[in-house]
């Protein structure tokens, strides 16, 4: 199983982007999906998350400005970042719980990140 992002970028600050993720392998199903993200000199955080199709939690930095989504049709989650702010300048990853061919149960998956860089 892999886990492809696309969609970061320069953006200026007040500005919008939006990431793409795609699981793509022998995928038998898909739980919770969500956003990291890693800020120079910082620390790996959790952006958002979502569970089912609907249920979503996200970091209090982002609340209001970010919206998580997933198409499972697509095994594909999206984080639309509005009002961008330059202290969101990080690194994004995806990573998803996902039971594939051959294992037996959900393994943790991540995919190789997108930059983000947020000009003031």
């Known amino acids: 199983v892999q886990l492809q992002a696309s969609g970061g970028g320069l953006v200026q600050a007040g500005g919008s982007l939006r990431l793409s993720c795609a699981a793509r392998g022998s995928i038998i199903s898909i739980n919770a999906m969500g956003w990291f993200r890693q800020g120079p000199g910082k620390q790996r955080e959790l952006v958002a998350i979502?569970?089912?199709?609907?249920?979503?939690r996200y970091a209090d930095s982002v609340n209001g400005r970010f919206t998580i989504s997933r198409d499972n049709a697509k095994n594909s989650v999206y984080l639309q970042m509005n009002s961008l702010k330059p202290e969101d300048t990080a690194v994004y990853y995806c990573?998803?719980?996902?039971?594939?061919?051959?294992?037996?149960?959900?393994?943790?998956?991540w995919g190789e990140g997108t930059l983000v860089t947020v000009s003031s």
């Open positions: 979502i569970f089912g199709k609907t249920t979503t």
């Open positions: 990573n998803a719980g996902i039971w594939a061919v051959p294992h037996t149960s959900y393994e943790d998956y």
